[in-house]
Antibody, heavy 126, light 111 residues
Framework: QLLLQESGPGLAKPSETLSLTCAVSGISISGDTYYWGWIRQPPGKGLEWIGTTYYSEGIYSNPSLKSRVTISVDTSKNEFSLRLSSVTAADTAVYYC??????????????????WGRGTLVTVSS | QSVLTQPPSASGTPGQRVSISCSGSSSNIGTNTVSWYQQFPGTAPKLLIYSNNQRPSGVPDRFSGSKSGAAASLAISGLQSEDEAEYYCAVWEDSLNGPYIFGTGTKVTVL
């Protein structure tokens, strides 16, 4: 059974860097063709994709977050992390980590998040 | 940034069929397959439909998905009270780096 668990401070100060970690259990994070990603949801609002990484490649991040996003993978700990710099109150949200499956089949290219963590609320406030 | 447009709400009585639309463009839904997620308050989203119309193991067959051109839809037949939730469509934008975009979300209410 694949499990993902987010962890990190629940509070960040404006202009500082938000750091979260997602521990993966049940499979090797460096195995097969899995991508790992972060999604967030501001209180009362919809879902927003932050970025995705494959352990041996770079990251793909939301253009709206520009260069503030860093996603890294630690294969020795079987976890991946998110760093979001220069945070503001607008970055207050529940942050989810998830596994992204991607590939091609007869219906076309597919991309979907099949396993999600429970999410962790991060509040940006002084 | 590209947007996937969904109606903010949909409703039906138990047993009815409810359909949710997801309108995109040729560069996202028109090119790649669509997935749908179900989310209950205070919980993480759950994959409901992938590759336009495929259900993961454990998802009841009363949920079905379809796609035509730059639009997709999710149908719930035989609506049940436990289907009351928020539903999001999603697709990868057709560029090398994405982004992966979620729809605006639809709240389904069982009357």
């Amino acid at each position: 059974q694949l499990l993902l668990q987010e962890s990190g401070p629940g509070l960040a100060k404006p202009s500082e860097t938000l750091s979260l970690t997602c521990a993966v259990s049940g499979i090797s994070i460096s195995g097969d063709t899995y991508y790992w990603g972060w999604i967030r949801q501001p209180p009362g609002k919809g879902l927003e994709w932050i970025g995705t990484t494959y352990y041996s490649e770079g990251i793909y991040s939301n253009p709206s977050l520009k260069s503030r996003v860093t996603i890294s993978v630690d294969t020795s700990k079987n976890e991946f992390s998110l760093r979001l710099s220069s945070v503001t109150a607008a970055d207050t949200a529940v942050y989810y980590c998830a596994r992204l499956l991607s590939g091609y089949e007869s219906s076309g290219f597919f991309y979907y998040f099949d396993f999600w963590g429970r999410g962790t609320l991060v509040t940006v406030s002084s | 940034q590209s947007v996937l447009t969904q109606p903010p709400s949909a409703s039906g009585t138990p047993g009815q069929r409810v359909s949710i639309s997801c309108s995109g463009s040729s560069s996202n839904i028109g090119t790649n397959t669509v997935s749908w997620y179900q989310q209950f308050p205070g919980t993480a989203p759950k994959l409901l439909i992938y590759s336009n119309n495929q259900r993961p193991s454990g998802v009841p067959d009363r949920f079905s998905g379809s796609k035509s051109g730059a639009a997709a839809s999710l149908a719930i037949s035989g609506l049940q009270s436990e289907d009351e939730a928020e539903y999001y469509c999603a697709v990868w934008e057709d560029s090398l780096n994405g982004p992966y975009i979620f729809g605006t979300g639809t709240k389904v209410t069982v009357l």
